[in-house]
């Protein structure tokens, strides 16, 4: 048969047969061959479906193979992180180290420029200690009734005891 359009018409009257033991696979058939279903299609279907199979396999396969080296990639990137952090550790360490080398230093280049520069009277050291109390008000008060400027006093408090500088 090649024309199942032919047969469509009487799919109802067929499809009361397959209630009938003695033309249910009769009417199977012929059912079948109007909806388009045989077993060549079945064939083409499956072995389709095979081949689809395979493509997805091998899609599989390469997948696998990728996760494989981005789970390397990662592993190297979180072992080269913890080389960093150790590393930011150490030079944390050693940032901590230069500085309190650095607040040394700043100690005594100001202790050397009071030996070198000081031609003040030894007295100063003793009145500077006096008019400078916690507030810092008594000598910028001085200073400023004394007719010094805002400069100058500017300069004077980036000083270790700015009213020693004042004074001397």
Known sequence: MKHPEVLKQYKPQIEKMTSDVQFKDSANSILDFIEGRSLAIVTE??????????????????????VARIDETVQQHSEDIKDLNTEVTLQREELEVVKAELAEAMIDIERIDRKTVDTTPTWSHDVAKLLDPESNTDWRLLAKRLSYSNDDLKAWTAHHSPLYEYVS
């Open 45 to 66: 279907q499956v072995d389709a479906n095979t081949e689809q199979l395979g493509i997805v396999t091998n899609d599989l396969a390469e997948t696998k193979g990728n």
